[in-house]
């Protein structure tokens, strides 16, 4: 994709590919039969949609953060880096608007809105707080239920016991549906975590609880916040089924989760995605050069080479799948040694126009939103709830 020295972190500006990254990110994907049969028996439409998904997520972010440089907003909180663990997982769901699946994604995880069908210009006006954004203009949590979408809550950890919630009561009245969310490195330490857990692994609900390990919370790094090496054994500890997934490697996300959804359908009870990522950027806009004091320089050099849109371009590129086929075509039948390599890459460059150019008509819908009269002052007491 084109990059952005304004905007992108210094090691994706001239991003190349690294051979031993991208060997690295093939045997992955290669590593896991199940996983090979869904990616083999995906089509060529669906690579296409999460290389788009990708694209969404990066380039809705980076208008965040030129808003941010432009005083159109005092600052965003942003996925970048991360995109994989939101991409991939979401689109192994049943993306049915309000009769699917449901997802409550976590700050890093906006890029779920967007894929789970929400306009991007909502998004963006949920910045704005104009009173037509998804939360009328009070709050930029946003989620819309008819998208299968809800909407945060800023307490970390209070998602997961929201969302075992959810999953109970599909199963509780026999709807073949499920729910997912993510729960941050930090965010595992609340109680409320804890309860959520231990209480969707007791009641054996269909829910999927990705752990994203971004190495930081805040502004404090994993190990002054996490004694164990890594997250491998929470889930067992629980009684929850655990899987482990390339958070930087959209395909690896999708297959994994698509593994998942399928236990949680069967009635297996939930699933843990553990997913190892990075946090390329601040917590937020206005951190960024205190969050680039808290990891030595060749941290953020590891994981910019992992830049998980970069990476997947040119898996996409090099996969000796023909891109040009109908979009039905299965993988596995898409294969082709004589695809030149400038039609390939012609139809990423399509793709990457047709979100630039919905991009810019969401910026510009939000953008005349601001011209609305501001929330009535009594709105503030409608749709709140108190116990
Ligand atoms: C219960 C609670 N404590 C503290 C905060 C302030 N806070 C917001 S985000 C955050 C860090 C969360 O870290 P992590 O779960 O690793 O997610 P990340 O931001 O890295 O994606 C904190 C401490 C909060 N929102 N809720």
Redesign the pocket.
Known sequence: MQRYPAYDPPEYVDWRPDPEVMAAYRAILERDAQRRAIIGSSSVGTLLDLYRGLLRNRLHDITLKRWVKQGIISKAWLGTG?EACTIGPVHALQRRGAEGDVVLP???NAGACHEMGMPLADMLRGYLGTDDAPTGGRDLHIGDLRYGVVAPI?????NVPVIAGYALAFRMRAEKRMALTW??????K?AECHEGLNFAAAQRVPAIFII?N?Q???GTPLADHHAAKDFLGWPEMYGIRALVMDGNNVLDGYAAARTAAEWCRRGEGPVCLIAETF?MGG?ATHDEREARELFPAETFQHWGKRDPVGCYEVWLLESELDLTMAPETRVGKARSKRVEATRQRAVLERVEEEVLAEIAAAEADALASRERPAPPAESILSDVVAT
């Open positions: 991360e976590m700050i890093r800023s307490m970390m950890g209070s729960v941050g490195d930090g965010a595992t609340t994203q971004n930081v919370a805040l946090r917590h």
